[in-house]
């Protein structure tokens, strides 16, 4: 019976990886398979090493670093002495999976990694560390093989895992009866983050945008979408200062949201991604401590910021960051989108290219199929 050892490290990783796991046993039922997972994993019957449900995390943080250090030496005890699998599937959580591959590369077993990190964005130095350690990478973006490839890495492009797990668009006319809102005018989303600095740094800018492009264009309403993570006490404040906006604030509801909005002011992240699925328009719009920019600015590899302009190197999407990330530039923006039937009409267009680029097959049953027959 061949074993397969899988590690995760927050949510969206376990997520994607059940999916694999679904798809792997139609093709083997009789694969053995632990790992450290969620809840998502141990759903699809995978016996679980750990919960990774206390290692993500964001900063610096000493206890968290000092913990994983723990269990990483755990987990590489644990592969060479007692389970010893034939394959080890890395997922994602880019810092801790590719220090651990370090270790256990060395232990002779087979390690493939599935949605690896974003290497090609910042810190393209740890290209070296995949070429050293990872038998395989399979790839959710196309540009990310041939950036492998090109250094003698052996990978696939597998197709985007967001493609098989978005929604349907929700139907607009019932949204908006359900919420009370005017069908006779525009509807434009805002989406601050899901970080507690980004809600610090973003929010007011964006509703000081709103209250410009309301101001020029009455004929608007607002929605404003607060992660589940966001405690409210965080966004009402700042709420309060622009009642004359009315906006409605909905949680749990991003996809019903990116899906039926006519414009979407966005913080960036994979959002933009799913909003570009929907061929929803949009900017994109971040701002941070300047020490933190000054270190992306050193780290990163692109100039572009925003996932759909990455992946079809295209400049689709205003990308409205740190110094320009102004209330009236992000107005302009957004009136543009609204008033400018050509220039809208264009931007989605060339946001359909975003879905074309990662269709190539159901990333996870892709992926299981690589797996299956190298393992």
């Known amino acids: 019976m061949k074993k397969l050892f899988i590690i995760t490290g927050e949510y969206s990783g376990d997520k994607h990886a059940s999916n694999l796991v679904k ?65 080890v599937l890395l997922v994602d959580y880019g810092g801790f999976n590719l220090n651990l591959s370090k270790v256990i590369s060395k232990y002779g077993f087979k390690i493939y990694y599935y949605i690896p990190p974003q290497i090609w964005a910042s810190r393209k130095w740890r290209l070296n560390t995949v070429k050293k350690n990872i038998n395989k990478v399979l790839t959710i973006f196309p540009f990310e093989k041939e950036m492998y490839e090109k250094i003698g890495v052996d990978a696939e492009f597998v197709g985007h895992p967001l493609l098989e797990q978005l929604p349907p668009k929700t139907d607009k006319n019932t949204f908006l009866e359900e919420n009370n809102l005017d069908k006779s005018k525009k509807l434009i989303s805002i989406f601050p983050g899901s970080r507690t600095f980004e809600i610090n740094n973003l929010l007011s800018v964006f509703l000081d945008a709103a209250r410009i492009i309301k101001s020029k264009n009455p004929n608007v309403q607002f929605l404003l979408c607060q992660a589940p993570n966001i405690k409210d006490e965080l966004i009402l404040p700042q709420l309060s200062k622009y009642q004359d906006l009315e906006i409605k604030v909905l949680k749990n509801k991003n996809y019903e949201l990116l899906s039926v909005s006519d414009a979407l002011i966005l913080a960036s992240g994979t959002v933009a991604l799913e909003a570009a699925l929907y061929d929803t328009p949009m900017i994109i719009s971040y701002r941070g401590p300047w020490l933190l920019y000054f270190i992306y600015l050193l780290v990163r590899s692109i100039k572009r910021v925003s996932l759909p302009n990455i992946i079809t190197n295209k400049d689709i999407i205003p990308e409205i960051i740190q110094k320009n990330a102004k209330p009236h530039i992000i107005a302009n923006e957004i009136l543009k989108i609204i008033n400018d039937e050509t220039y809208r009409n264009e931007m989605i267009k060339s946001l359909s290219e975003v879905k074309e680029k990662l269709t190539v097959s159901q990333a996870a049953g892709k992926a299981a199929e690589i797996i299956s027959s190298n393992i």
């Open 23 to 87: 798809e792997l046993k139609k093709i083997n039922p009789d694969i053995e398979i632990e790992a450290v997972g969620g809840e998502n994993l141990k759903n699809e019957g995978v016996k679980l090493f750990c919960n990774h449900s206390k290692m993500s995390v964001v900063g610096f943080n000493f206890k968290i670093i000092f913990n994983h250090i723990l269990l990483g030496r755990k987990i590489a005890k644990y592969l060479k002495n007692t389970y010893k699998p034939d394959m």
